[in-house]
């Protein structure tokens, strides 16, 4: 009988943490994060890690993981993620992968195949370094023509996943599209996939709240202190929302109202080209939270997982 595992996806902000540990204190649960940030130690205000309290005593798992300038791909997640599911399982408990990183949560539902490459870090410097010289069109253009598949999915200002895809065609001669792909339709898990949503103008308020509300807790002190611990600012978590626009608005690029307008506009678009990932998807259950009571939200969300996966609650 193949593992039972509960995936809560949507966009950011959405409120996808909160109502997972609700879940998981009724369904006798475990979370897994598949958030490619909160990885990353002392990454804390910029990447909405639920407190102990918060967590109200569920156990998470692979939050602060990685060291910050840790070398961490999506199959080292993949098969962290696939080790926890099967010991959260074996324990009797319910499996939880709970985040906004749509890779992440595919690659480990899904049979996806990586390559191993050696030489990895040495290429993405020399791309970084050709992307801080302002070619970043010519790097998406160089992926258009080497992989045009992995372009149409990828936005042209997105460094980390450009450079992803172009390294592995320059060390192994293939495209990334041609190893991320599924092979068949057929997942090795007892899935129910929960999607919340709200509306546009809801969810953009939200993010709004969130982002002030980050800078109120202290983000830019958050920065200073792993800047002054020698971390490099072009190291991969620093690429993230919001620690990008505070490491612009340190070295001078930025005031400090456009660092926080400059976030907020790039999270609305994160938001934008989550909800695109997530859309594709017709194993998501949608669920709206939008004017919702909260509590009949979260059993009707209970309601359809215990149906999908059998689950009999006491």
Known sequence: MSTPLIVIAGPTAVGKSKIAVELALRLNGE??????????KYFRIGTAKLTPEEQRGVPHHLLDILEPD???SVADFQKLARQKIEDIHGRGKLPFLVGGTGLYIQAVIDPYHFPEMKGQEEIRRKLRTIWEEGKGTELYRRLQEVDPAAAARIHPNDFRRISRALEVFYLTGKPISSYAQKKNTTTSYHLAMVGLISSRAELYKRIEKRVDQMFAQGLVQEVQSLL?????????PFQSLGYKQVVKYLSGVYDLNTA?????????????RQLTWFRRDPRIRWFSLQGADYQKVVKRIEDYICRRIRVHVE
């Open 31 to 40: 979370i897994i994060s598949a958030d490619s940030v909160q990885l990353y």
């Open 260 to 272: 926080i307008q400059e976030t907020k506009k790039a999270t609305r678009n994160y938001a934008k």
């Open 228 to 236: 002054a611990k020698g971390y490099d600012p072009r190291l991969k």
């Open 70 to 72: 840790d070398n961490f």
